[in-house]
Nanobody, 126 residues
């Protein structure tokens, strides 16, 4: 059973920074990608950033590109999301994803059998 646990969320003022981590445990298939999604109150879950197994390819939602950076450490089974210049519209629950999704026309499509964390709250005050 694969488990993902996010951490690092919190309350920050606009313009500030937060760093999220997602550590996973359990057996996984090889060459899995990892991604971050978020869901704001009353809105659908949306793609934020993704990174391939090697870390050689990264993908971002347009509105976060240049402000957020996704990275991973396979030796530590951890993916990170560094968030800078945060805006109130970044307020959401951030979810970690692991699996075999794919990128197409500006968004990341999770795989049917992907794993998800329970989320961590990020609140940006104006």
């Amino acid at each position: 059973q694969v488990q993902l646990v996010e951490s690092g969320g919190g309350l920050v003022q606009a313009g500030g920074s937060l760093s999220l981590s997602c550590a996973f445990s359990g057996r996984t298939s090889s060459n899995y990608a990892m991604a971050w999604f978020r869901q704001a109150p009353g809105k659908e879950r949306e793609f934020v950033a993704a990174i391939t197994w090697s870390g050689g390819n990264t993908y971002y939602k347009d509105s976060v590109e240049g402000r957020f950076t996704i990275s991973r450490d396979n030796a530590k089974n951890t993916v990170y999301l560094q968030m800078n210049s945060l805006k109130p519209e970044d307020t959401a629950i951030y979810y970690c994803n692991l699996g075999h999704g794919s990128y197409y026309r500006g968004t990341w499509y999770p795989g049917i059998d992907d794993y998800w964390g329970r989320g961590t709250q990020v609140t940006v005050s104006s």
